[in-house]
């Protein structure tokens, strides 16, 4: 436990809806959070951030701070200074990292949301004691993070591991990033509901009554809760959704090879509903998987606050690299 006196360090994890920020332990633990809602896109940015330096001084509750990572739903550049685009904040190539900084008066770490992610799964969760790993968060998009020989890879510009947006389908469903056939709408949270409500008049289903037979109603914890039920179309969409899930997985594999393969964010949550039809297309579409140890897929481990812990963790490792 912290007292009051010790040093904290925090992790923030910045989406379209809300701040979470939350003091980490040497452990990985939350000890405690604190929460504000994101005022949005169409705001300026010092909004945005004032929101963050509210829930940070929140959580620190009075104790000094050693350091701040912040994990940001948006593309953040290879310097882990700027986030260069965020579809649901206002930051367009923003210095964040140094207006937070001069804010706090502490160092600051930035880097995108799943790589916190990903960086808490591979040092604590699901990925811990891999040399190598993929962790894909399955939510309204997907997104993920790239651990190869113990080191995250950022890529060139820093925007490595936007998996969501592989071509998948030629031709196919048209995506919010202006392509189509994009993994995401064939394996996430949208694509959930999507598949929920074009089968909802082809057969009973309990999501019919639940919403008075307007498909426009159905919601992802709608889904989630009749495929519990035993609904046919929640589980031909849960089925659906991780026949794709496999299918991506196997791209990225083939291009990494990795030890495991965590699968984390909300869609998660249905557990082996969604994990056991990714294993098996994972099989089915891998090249030489006959040939080849097939790499583990698996829940992830640490939950929503998973961003936090990682970014929190990416703050203490750039400390000690200074050090």
């Known amino acids: 436990m912290t007292t009051a006196m010790e040093r904290v360090w925090i992790g923030v994890d910045v989406g379209g809806t809300k701040v979470l920020a939350g003091v980490v332990d040497e452990h990985g633990r939350v000890v405690r959070t604190a929460r504000r809602a994101t005022p949005g896109r169409r705001v300026d940015t010092v909004r945005v951030e004032d929101a963050l330096v509210q829930a940070v001084l929140e959580v620190a509750g009075g104790s000094p701070i050693a350091g701040v990572g912040v994990a940001a739903a948006g593309f953040v550049d290879a310097s882990g200074g700027r986030v260069m685009f965020a579809p649901h904040l206002p930051w367009q190539g923003d210095a964040v990292r140094d207006r937070l900084a001069d804010r706090w008066g502490v160092p600051v770490t930035l880097d995108n949301d799943a790589n916190g992610a990903a960086v808490a799964e591979w040092t604590y969760g699901a990925a ?135 699968i984390g964010g909300g869609v998660s949550a249905a557990g082996d509903r969604l994990l056991e039809p990714a294993r098996t297309a994972l099989v089915r579409s891998l090249v030489g998987a006959a040939h080849r140890t097939v790499p583990p897929l698996v829940a992830a481990q640490l939950g929503p606050e998973a961003g936090l812990v990682g970014a929190a963790e990416l703050a203490r490792r750039q400390a000690q690299a200074r050090r």
Do not use: K
């Open 128 to 262: 811990r004691g891999a040399r190598s790993a993929i962790v894909v968060t399955l939510g309204t998009g997907i997104g993920g993070g790239i651990i190869i020989d113990d080191h995250l890879v950022r890529g060139a510009n820093g925007m490595a591991g936007e998996f969501g947006h592989m071509q998948v389908v030629p031709g196919g469903q048209a995506c919010e990033c202006g392509g189509r056939g994009c993994w995401e709408q064939y394996s996430s949270g949208n694509a959930l509901v999507r598949f929920a409500r074009a089968r909802m008049g082809e057969q009973p289903s309990v999501l019919e009554e639940a919403t008075g037979g307007n498909p426009e109603l159905v919601t992802g914890p709608m889904v989630t809760a009749a495929a519990e039920d035993g609904d046919l179309v929640a589980r031909q969409a849960f089925a659906s959704v991780g026949d794709w899930l496999g299918v991506g997985v196997a791209n990225l594999v083939a291009a990494f090879d990795p030890e495991v393969v965590v």
